[in-house]
C-alpha cells in the first residue's frame, strides 16, 4: 500500500478515512480502506464493482462504517447532520423527472433540499448559467442528451454550497464535445478550492483532470497518490510489458526465456515484447543482451508506463493486497 | 473559468485564512448563499412533505377527497346549530351529541384521503427513477421517509382535528355549555385521536408505495392492509367467542375514539396498533430508499 507522502496531503484533511470497512452481510463493500484527501481534485478508479460507490455513499454518510473510522469535514457524516449538508453528490443514476425542464427539475431539487422557494429558482438559474444549458433550461429533460443530463446534475452542485463534491461516474456515456465541458467544470470546482472527488473506470479522464488517484478493487485500496509514483511503486510489484526492437528476434526471444522473472515472450515483426516480474532487474539486464546478439537492440519501449496498464494489473490481480 | 454567475449571489467561502494548516476548526470552511449554509435535515423533511402536498393538490381525486372530507364537519355543524337553536327556542334540552359518531363518520373520507395521498408517494418516485434526487445534498433515508409520512399525516391531522375544534367553539361560542377547561380537554382528545389516526393512516398507505413502482399495486396493497386484519380479528373474536383487541385499522379508530370520549376498554391498544401500522410503514419506506440507494 503506497501511503500518502506529507505533501500531498493537503493542509486541509476533507476526508479521513482509516481502516474503514463496509460489510454487506457476507460481501464486502470496502475493506480496511486507509485514505486521505484533502482540497482539490482527487480520482478513484476501479472497475465495476470494485467499492467505489460503496466509497461514494460512505463518505455522503448514507453506509455508516462496519469497522474503522470516517472523518469528513470534521465530523462523522453518518452520524451528523451538519457534516451532511456541506457534501454534494452527482451520482451515476439518473435523478431528473422526464417529464419536467431542466430549470423545473433544478429547482425542484434545490426546494427538496430545503432551499426556500425563491432560493431554488435563482439557484436553478445560476446552475443552468454555470453548466452552460441555460437557453435548453425550459425544454424538458426527457429530450436532452446524456452530456446534457450529466450537466445538470453537475449544475446541482457546482450551484449549491457543497465543501466536499462527489461526482460517481460522471462522464458515464457522455460524448467528447460534453466531456470537454465536464472536464472544464471539474477542473473549475478543484480550483475553488473544494474537495472533489471523481470516480470512474474511464482512466484517461482521471490522468487528465488530476494527479492524485486511488486505485480500488474488490474493496480495497490498492494503491493511493500521485499518477507518476504509484505507476512506479506499483510497477515494482506487478508484471510489466517491455518491448525491444532488433532483427534477431528468434535469438532474443530465446535469452529473454532464460530469464528466472520472464513470464512471458512474444515474438512480432522486428520486436519482441515481454512480461517481467521484476522492472528493475530486467531493465538493467537488457544493457547486457546486445553483445549475445547479431543485431543490436534499436529500441525499448516501456508498454506499462500509464496508469491504464498500472490498473490493469492491480485490478486483474484481484484481493492480492500490494 | 469562474463558477460565479454575476448576479445570483456570489458563493462565499468562509474558511478563516488565517487558520494554521491542518488546524483545529470547520475544515474547508463553510459555502453560503446569499448569507445562509445548506439548509438542515429538518428543514429537509418539512420541504419534502410541503411539495408532496402541493403536488397532491394540484391532481382532481385528492381535491375531490378533500372536499368529501370537509363534508361531514359542515353537516356536524349544520346539525349542532340546529339543535342550538332548537334548545333555546324551546327551551328544552335535547340531549343529542352526535361528536363521537361524527369523528366516526369523519375518519372513512380522510381515509379515503390518505389513501389518495399516501399511494403514489414513494412508487412514483421509484418508477421515475429520481430516488438520488434526495441525495444530491445527502439525506439520511429517515428523512426521505419521514418527509413522507408526513404529507399524509399532516392533512389528515387537520382534517380529524378539524371537528373538534368546530364543536369546541361553537359550544363555548353559543352555548357556552362548556367550560374553557373542558373545552380543552376535548380538543386535546381529538387532537391526540387524529395524531395516532393520521400517523397510522399514513403508515398505511406510504409502506405499501415503498413496496412497489406501481401506484396501482400500493393501492390494492394499502386495500387489502385497511381491511384484511379487521376481517381477521372478528374472525378471531368469533371463534373464540370473545374480545380480542382491534388489529384492523377501522375498529382501532373506533376503539380509541370510544375510550377517549365515551366509555371503551381497548384506547391503549387501538393507539399501539395505529402507532405501530405508522411505524411499520415508515420502517418499509426507510428500509426501501436504504436498499435503493446503497449499491
Known sequence: ?322 | MTLDAPGQGALVDTADPRRAPGGPGPLGGKRTFRGRTAPSGSRIIAAIARREILLASRRKLVRLLFLFSVIPPVILTVIILVRIFAEQATGAKLGFDPLIQFLHFQAVPVALLAFGLGTPLVAQDRAEDVLFLYATRPVAPWHYGLGKMLAVALPCFGLLLFPGLLIAILRLGITRELDTAAAIAMVAKIGFAGLVVAWGYAGLTVGPSALTKRARWAQLLSFALFLIPGVIGSLVGELLRTDVPPIGAGSAITELLTALLGDGEWGVASTLILVGYGFLGYWVTTARVKREMIP
Open chain 1, 1 to 322: 500500500m503506497i501511503s500518502t507522502p506529507p505533501s500531498l496531503a493537503d493542509a486541509r484533511e476533507t476526508v479521513v478515512l482509516e481502516k474503514t470497512s463496509v460489510f454487506y452481510g457476507e460481501v464486502i463493500g470496502l475493506s480496511q480502506v486507509d485514505l486521505t484527501i484533502g482540497n482539490g481534485i482527487t480520482g478513484i478508479v476501479g472497475p465495476n464493482g470494485c467499492g467505489k460507490s460503496t466509497l461514494m455513499r460512505t463518505l455522503t454518510g448514507l453506509i455508516g462504517p462496519s469497522e474503522g473510522t470516517i472523518r469528513v469535514l470534521g465530523g462523522n457524516p453518518f452520524t451528523d447532520p451538519e457534516v451532511r449538508k456541506r457534501i454534494g453528490l452527482v451520482p451515476a443514476t439518473e435523478c431528473f423527472y422526464e417529464g419536467l425542464s431542466g430549470r423545473k427539475n433544478l429547482e425542484v431539487a434545490f426546494v427538496s433540499q430545503g432551499w426556500a422557494r425563491k432560493d431554488a429558482k435563482d439557484l436553478a438559474s445560476r446552475a443552468l448559467d454555470i453548466v452552460g444549458l441555460t437557453s435548453d433550461g425550459d425544454r424538458a429533460y426527457g429530450t436532452w442528451s446524456r452530456g446534457m443530463r450529466q450537466r445538470l446534475k453537475l449544475g446541482l452542485t457546482l450551484a449549491g454550497t457543497a465543501e466536499l463534491v462527489l461526482l460517481d461516474e460522471p462522464f458515464l456515456g457522455v460524448d467528447p464535445p460534453s466531456r470537454r465541458h465536464l472536464r472544464n467544470l471539474i477542473e473549475a470546482l478543484g480550483a475553488e478550492g473544494r474537495t472533489v472527488l471523481v470516480s470512474s473506470h474511464v482512466l484517461h479522464e482521471i490522468e487528465s483532470l488530476t494527479d492524485r488517484v486511488g486505485v480500488l478493487a474488490h474493496g480495497r485500496l490498492l494503491g493511493f497518490g500521485r499518477i507518476g509514483d504509484l505507476v512506479e511503486s506499483l510497477q515494482d510489484r506487478n508484471p510489466h510489458r517491455i518491448q525491444l526492437e532488433t532483427q534477431s528476434t528468434r535469438e532474443l526471444a530465446r535469452l529473454l526465456v532464460a530469464w528466472d522473472h520472464v513470464r512471458e515472450v512474444q515474438i512480432g515483426d522486428g520486436k519482441v515484447e515481454f512480461v517481467t516480474e521484476r522492472p528493475d532487474l530486467a531493465y538493467v539486464a537488457i544493457g547486457t543482451l546486445t553483445p549475445h546478439l547479431t543485431d543490436p537492440i534499436e529500441g525499448v519501449r516501456t508498454l506499462d508506463d500509464s496508469l491504464e496498464a498500472v490498473f490493469r494489473h492491480v485490478t486483474a490481480a484481484g484481493s492480492r493486497r500490494l
